[in-house]
């Protein structure tokens, strides 16, 4: 299963960070794990995020290994990209 993070780029939730879990013309579906799950996900223009296109390799394996999107796994991709993150910098 290929994973895709996103960053919020405007709205109210500007700066956050999201796991795509679909998709539909010009919008796409995005879940934190938190307040936004996966079984009711955020409905997004795709004009209004920015698609993160490298991950850490642990991030990936997270969703290599299972087959199914959860909640519990997107708050954990979220937790370990972030890590990355404060660790680049």
């Not at 919020?8 to 794990?33: L, Q, R, W």
């Not at 795709?46 to 997107?74: C, G, M, T, Y």
Request: aromatic share 8%; charged share 30%.
């Amino acid at each position: 299963m290929h994973v895709e993070l996103a960053l919020s780029m405007a709205g109210h939730d500007k700066g956050h960070y999201y796991v795509i879990t679909g998709e539909e013309g010009n919008f796409v579906y995005v879940a934190d794990g938190t307040l936004k799950l996966c079984a009711q996900p955020k409905r997004k223009n795709r004009r209004h995020i920015q698609l993160i296109r490298r991950l850490p390799a642990e991030v990936e394996e997270i969703f290599q290994k299972e087959e199914s999107w959860s909640d519990l796994n997107v708050k954990r991709a979220l937790k370990l990209y972030k890590q990355y993150l404060n660790e680049a910098e």
